[in-house]
């Protein structure tokens, strides 16, 4: 199917500087691609870089050239290509006979790449020269863009002027077309592989397919992009009825008093069309950037498929590697996936009645939440074992890394699997323990539960954010796990008990576990919480006192022999938070 053609806008978009609105041509007005894909003529940008700007005008990206010249850009010749083709279509136009003076061209030469006359197309069908020709009439011509190609013109070498460019040097240092000549001169192929010439078609036909690659990527996330926006509008529509709603109330409730209220009321409107104002322009400015981003894709994907078009092989590999770090950039662009800032804007009622004039002064306040869920923090333990209470911690913060002091209901619910609720828990309150930290306790049942991967927080009773986790849970019943422990043997380590797989390991205690119980004391403490994170088991039982390992390492001044019915290396990882290894 043919792509339709707005001669008008792909003149605007692709032929014009956007500075001094002038066509595009091959001398002084020459186009050159910035790494953001625009293109300025080359007298204008060359203005530009003189007054030390470095910005694109379209898109207020910044550029950075190394040694900064007009001819540092990329020189775009496809846009000639272009021109002709736009030339045939515009039709207050006269395309004058590229051969001869003040004649009108009816046909034009493919292999020329020229415009020709009648006079002149009868010279193509009767030379010899001119007898493999391609010749087409520029009025059977159908104007669509999967014609471009038709009018694209031979690239040229720059130092053998006569000849086309007809390969590529895909050396690391080259990476641009050559001519044969070139091959056989400053591009000769050496054993150190600094020149590698290759068919340019090939080549060619290389970069097309990873830049297509590349653009399907870009598209994907300039969808993504749309939905933003999509969402970013519903917010701004909601937040607008929520402001309206708002003020609705704060009228219904002041009409009690108007007199006595008027000021806290129209302090509490005023608060309110600030609040709107504040969202409004922080949304706004996102959509502005989303949007701006939308179009940045957009217009790549345009630049692409238009100088794919021209199948200028030359012409397009001057131009890939700029082409493709633009699409690069797109890609690797980070974006927030969520709008900035929330729609809700509400009125908390104060105390009415016969102590209005007291409250006065603080009756009523305006209601909102910045909290935006991609910067919220929840500090989970990595194990947990049955029956022992633990504190669940979730942070907030709005866009800007700012913790939130603003009171608001925090719940949260755990989940087993992605998709199942842990209803042996329910739904868990959070308490506010100031600077925008909550805090909530919480105690797993021995009900066959083995991990929690998921934790879903609720603000104000909505959907606000899920954490993924692999938080482990330990049963109380696998504390039992039994280690042999001499509590007779003497400090020298030389008096050993034999492992089961015929290594030692004797331990003594470390002096941070002496600060906790006296000399020689087996007294009643519990582990630390990580002690164990080592192992598959809770902690250890020491034969035959029937006291555990932790508890034995107490003892400041016992020397220990451990005969180690586990994995010798799971025991050291124990023994090296908690005692000296000998």
């Given amino acids: 199917m043919s792509t339709a053609v707005n001669i008008e806008e792909l003149k605007k978009q692709f032929l014009e500087c956007p500075i001094c609105n002038e066509l595009f041509n091959?001398?002084?007005?020459?186009?050159?691609?910035?790494?953001?894909?625009?293109?300025?003529?080359?007298?204008?940008?060359?203005?530009?870089?003189?007054?030390?700007?470095?910005?694109?005008l379209l898109c207020k990206s910044d550029f950075f050239v190394q040694n900064v010249s007009v001819d540092s850009f990329s020189k775009d010749n496809t846009r000639r290509d272009l021109l002709d083709f736009v030339r045939v279509g515009d039709h207050k136009s006269v395309i004058q006979c590229d051969e001869c003076v003040n004649e009108k061209s009816i046909s034009r030469c493919k292999d020329c790449s020229n415009f020709i006359c009648k006079s002149c197309l009868a010279a193509h069908k009767?030379?010899?020269?001119?007898?493999?020709?391609?010749?087409?009439?520029?009025?059977?011509?159908?104007?669509?863009?999967?014609?471009?190609?038709?009018?694209?013109?031979?690239?040229?070498?720059?130092?053998?002027?006569?000849?086309?460019?007809?390969?590529?040097?895909?050396?690391?240092?080259c990476q641009t077309p050559i001519c044969y000549s070139c091959c056989l001169t400053s591009h000769m192929p050496t054993d150190n592989k600094k020149h590698i010439t290759r068919d340019i078609e090939?080549?060619?036909?290389?970069?097309?397919?990873?830049?297509?690659e590349k653009k399907a990527k870009v598209l994907k996330t300039e969808k993504e992009l749309v939905g933003l926006s999509k969402s970013i509008n519903e917010q701004l529509n909601i937040l607008a009825q929520n402001a309206e709603t708002t003020k609705t109330e704060i009228e219904a409730i002041f009409e009690i008093a108007v007199e006595m209220l008027q000021r806290r009321r129209d302090l509490?409107?005023?608060?309110?069309?600030?609040?709107?104002?504040?969202?409004?322009?922080?949304?706004?400015?996102?959509?502005?950037?989303?949007?701006?981003?939308?179009?940045?894709?957009?217009?790549?994907?345009?630049?692409?498929?238009q100088t794919v078009a021209t199948k200028n092989h030359s012409a397009f590999l001057l131009l890939s590697k700029t082409i493709s770090d633009r699409l690069d950039h797109l890609q690797n662009t980070n974006y927030d996936i969520q709008p900035r800032d929330s729609n809700l804007i509400s009125f908390t009622k104060g105390n009415i009645g016969a102590e209005l004039q007291r409250f006065v002064d603080t009756v009523g306040k305006i209601s909102s939440s910045s909290a935006f869920g991609p910067k919220t923090k929840v500090t989970f333990p990595a194990a947990i074992e049955t029956e022992e209470d633990f504190d669940i911690i979730v942070e907030i913060f709005d866009y800007d890394d700012a913790r939130l002091s603003e009171e608001m209901t925090i719940t949260c619910v755990l989940f087993e699997t992605a998709d199942v609720p842990l209803t042996s828990v329910g739904e868990l309150s959070f308490t506010h323990i100031g600077d925008g930290k909550y805090k909530a306790s919480c105690q797993i049942m021995d009900t066959g539960i083995q991990r929690i991967t998921k934790v879903e927080v609720m603000k104000n009773g909505r959907e606000f954010y899920a954490v993924e986790l692999k938080a482990m849970i330990k049963k109380k019943s696998?504390?039992?796990?039994?280690?042999?422990?001499d509590v007779n043997s003497s400090d020298d380590d030389t008096d050993q008990t034999e492992s089961d797989d015929g290594s030692y390991l004797s331990a003594c205690p470390s002096e941070n576990l002496q600060e906790d119980v006296s000399r020689n004391s087996f007294a009643e403490v519990k582990p630390e919480e990580n002690w164990y994170e080592f192992v598959d088991v809770p902690y250890f039982t020491v034969e035959p006192e029937g006291k555990s390992v932790y508890e034995a390492f107490k003892d400041d001044d016992l020397g220990i022999t451990v005969k180690n019915k586990m994995k010798k290396k799971k025991m050291k990882n124990i023994m090296r938070e908690h005692v000296s290894l000998l």
């Fill in 202 to 212: 090939e080549v060619y036909t290389e970069k097309v397919t990873s830049m297509i």
């Fill in 478 to 485: 696998e504390e039992l796990t039994k280690i042999e422990l």
């Fill in 26 to 56: 091959d001398t002084d007005r020459h186009p050159r691609v910035l790494p953001c894909l625009h293109s300025y003529c080359y007298t204008c940008l060359k203005k530009l870089i003189e007054q030390s700007k470095y910005m694109c």
């Fill in 268 to 305: 509490l409107i005023v608060n309110t069309d600030k609040l709107k104002r504040d969202k409004n322009t922080l949304l706004k400015k996102q959509d502005s950037e989303v949007i701006n981003f939308i179009e940045t894709i957009r217009y790549a994907c345009r630049f692409l498929d």
């Fill in 126 to 173: 009767t030379m010899k020269i001119f007898s493999d020709h391609e010749v087409f009439a520029l009025d059977d011509f159908e104007l669509s863009m999967d014609h471009v190609s038709e009018f694209r013109h031979a690239g040229m070498c720059s130092i053998h002027h006569k000849e086309t460019l007809t390969l590529f040097c895909a050396g690391p240092e």
